[in-house]
Each structure stands twice: as structure tokens, then as C-alpha cells.
Nanobody
Framework: QVQLVESGGGLVQPGGSLRLSCAASGSPFIFLSMGWYRQTPGQQRELVAS????????YADSVKGRFTISRDNAKNVTVYLQMNSLKPEDTAVYYC?????????WGQGTQVTASS
């Protein structure tokens, strides 16, 4: 069983920054990609950013130039999402995911709110 533990959400003023972390642990797995989706009430979950086993990154157009995804394989696989210049429209629950062969694992979600 693979577990994903997220941290780093919170309340920030527009223009501020937050960094989300997601650490994977548990059964051995083959990493294909990892990243973040977000969801607001009544809306579908949308991809924010992802990183592959080859460190190729992908971003939603709405966050390009403001968000940066990175990963650390030193101990457990940990993925970070640095979010700068946050806007009110970035407010959502952010979910970490890990794609392995045959299955996608999800974190519990962390609330990010950009509001004055």
C-alpha cells in the first residue's frame, strides 16, 4: 500500500506564496509521474502541475510562470509545488497524486486559500 502525505496548504494574501509538499511511502512502486490537481466546489478536478520519471514537467496554462514543481528522491519520493503570486482564483483543495503501473494514488487534499 502506498501512502501520500501532503502538507503546506493555508491562507495567504493575494500575491503571496505557499509551498506544498507530498511525500510517498509504503510499498515499493515504480514511479511514472507525480503532481497536483485542484478542485473547487461544483467543479471537476483539474491538473495543476506534474513531473515524470524523466523530470519532464507540465503545467496548466493558468499557473505557468507562477508555480514550479520539483521532486526529491533522496529518501522517499517527495514532490514540491512552489506557488508564487497567488491569485484568488487559485483557491481550491489541492490533491497530490502518484501514477504507478496500473494505479493512481491520491493524497487527502490540502486547502489553499488566497484571500485578503
Amino acid at each position: 500500500q502506498v501512502q501520500l502525505v501532503e502538507s503546506g496548504g493555508g491562507l495567504v494574501q493575494p500575491g503571496g506564496s505557499l509551498r506544498l509538499s507530498c511525500a510517498a511511502s509504503g510499498s515499493p512502486f515504480i514511479f511514472l509521474s507525480m503532481g497536483w490537481y485542484r478542485q473547487t466546489p461544483g467543479q471537476q478536478r483539474e491538473l495543476v502541475a506534474s513531473i515524470t520519471e524523466d523530470d519532464d514537467t507540465n503545467y496548466a496554462d493558468s499557473v505557468k510562470g507562477r508555480f514550479t514543481i520539483s521532486r526529491d528522491n533522496a529518501k522517499n519520493v517527495t514532490v514540491y509545488l512552489q506557488m508564487n503570486s497567488l491569485k484568488p482564483e487559485d483557491t481550491a483543495v489541492y490533491y497530490c497524486y502518484l501514477a504507478t503501473f496500473g494505479r493512481t494514488h491520491w493524497g487527502q487534499g490540502t486547502q489553499v486559500t488566497a484571500s485578503s
